[in-house]
């Protein structure tokens, strides 16, 4: 496993060009991330999971301009992106009706994308550092609890783990909060 911390930021952000999977700490806890356009990657991301991939995947941002091509604005009211807008950057992630720019293997057999633009410093440097969102799922095989450190993260997945950005979580006791953008509906509080 390649190992990197906040000092070598901009070569994880490399490795996962090259089409690297990554652990990487976010507010609460790890989470695998890759390139959302390497289909490769993320079919290596779902078998570390053991998960199938009709499940479909978050993307965490940097920022908001990030994330906007990934939505169809034309089924988005503007009410509604001022509302998401006030709570970005934030440990809230918004589901929205996805744009033509979502890979199908990303969404899985969901009609829509979820998105978060975190606050998080390591998340957030990282998605600098690779200049566009990332895949973002808890680190776990499915169905065990998300690892919160790297010792958990080599116990699940030992050398099968391609590289992880070893940095501190963000304090939170739970997830992000999960939301539908357009109905406000909460999917995971």
């Not at 507010?27 to 053991?50: I, S, T, W």
């Not at 950057?89 to 998105?115: C, D, K, M, Q, Y």
Request: aromatic share 8%; hydrophobic share 45%; charged share 20%.
């Amino acid at each position: 496993m390649r190992r990197f911390d906040p000092s070598s930021v901009v070569d994880a952000a490399v490795f996962l060009h090259a089409g690297g999977v990554l652990a990487y700490p976010t507010e609460a806890v790890f989470g695998l991330g890759c390139d959302p356009h390497n289909r490769d990657a993320l079919e290596r991301l779902f078998a570390l999971k053991e998960r199938p991939p009709t499940q479909g995947v978050l993307l965490i941002a940097a920022s908001v301009e990030q994330v906007l091509p990934y939505i169809d604005f034309s089924r988005v009211p503007d009410t509604v992106m001022d509302q998401v807008v006030d709570s970005w950057p934030g440990p809230n992630t918004w589901i929205f009706p996805r744009s033509p720019f979502v890979p199908e293997w990303v969404a899985g057999a969901h009609e829509g994308i979820a998105l978060r633009v975190t606050s998080h410093e390591p998340a957030a440097a990282l998605c600098w550092a690779f200049e566009r969102p990332l895949v973002s799922t808890s680190a776990n095989p499915h169905g065990h609890p998300p690892a919160r450190d790297i010792a958990t993260l080599e116990g699940y997945f030992g050398e099968r783990l391609e590289g992880a950005f070893d940095a501190p979580l963000g304090g939170l006791a739970r997830p992000s909060t999960i939301r539908d953008a357009l109905s406000g509906a909460m999917i995971r509080s």
